[in-house]
């Protein structure tokens, strides 16, 4: 029997795919569970409408993801920061100020979109990834110097 997945189940099927199953595993567990459909032309052409409104708008998010990593790709941002002896921070610099510091030059960023792999504690220029959608990201360079 095909079915239209509407949940993600482990080892048979993904959310949106149609896949032949068994037509007592569909009837008994996955339909009465909500996990999937059956595979109606209907449901199919609306899956469709779906997948192709879906590719649309990823486009269009992917195209506003480019113009922003155009505007700040390569850039250097300039952070003040407290220190201690041998040019190491009292704190650190995390993604959240680098946000920050972003939003100050009219860029609005989700925290979540910066990638560190750990937070800066030491002076001097560190590059970093912003990961703007699956398909576009952007480098810049983050100069972390002493505040006076």
């Not at 486009?59 to 790709?73: L, N, S, V, Y």
């Not at 972003?102 to 912003?130: R, T, Y």
């Amino acid at each position: 029997m095909k079915v239209i997945f509407v949940e993600n189940v482990t080892n048979v099927g993904q959310r949106g795919e149609v896949k032949d199953v068994a037509s007592g595993y569909a009837r008994n567990y996955l339909i009465p569970k909500g996990l999937a459909l059956e595979a109606t032309p209907g449901r199919l052409k609306d899956l469709q409408m779906k997948e192709k409104t879906r590719e649309r708008k990823s486009a269009k998010e992917a195209g506003a993801a480019q113009k922003i990593a155009d505007q700040i790709a390569g850039k250097q941002f300039t952070v003040k920061a407290k220190t201690g002896e041998g040019g190491k921070l009292f704190g650190s610099v995390t993604s959240g100020d680098i946000a920050q510091l972003l939003s100050a030059g009219g860029i609005q960023l989700d925290k979540k979109k910066i990638e560190l792999e750990e937070p800066i504690k030491v002076l001097g220029e560190h590059p970093v990834k912003i990961k703007l959608h699956p398909e576009v990201s952007a480098n810049i360079m983050v100069l972390v110097e002493p505040e006076e």
